[in-house]
């Protein structure tokens, strides 16, 4: 038997994984970056560790966090492709 779609077309489904394959590919692109800059921001002769420790100390958990965000896009996308071919 043929599957049908039931909340969306196949034009959706494809558009919606194409869209979150940039946005992760973007994401993952963007995480050394991010990550020299936050190493450069939090180093321990700075004038941010100087003022602030923990400050410098929580700014180091940044590219975790846009990870963890990137991560969710792509559960994201394929929740909701499986949802409109009715696996889910």
Do not use: E
């Not at 004038?47 to 969710?72: C, D, E, M, Q, R």
């Amino acid at each position: 038997m043929i599957s049908t779609f039931h909340r969306g077309n196949k034009k959706n489904m494809i558009a919606r994984f194409i869209n979150g394959f940039i946005s992760i590919l973007i994401g993952v692109s963007l995480i050394g970056p991010i990550s020299d800059q936050v190493n450069t921001a939090a180093v321990t002769d700075g004038s941010l560790y100087n003022a602030s420790s923990w400050g410098a100390t929580v700014l180091k958990i940044v590219p975790g966090f846009f990870a963890i965000a990137i991560l969710a896009i792509g559960i994201a996308v394929l929740y909701g492709n499986l949802r409109d071919a009715g696996m889910a």
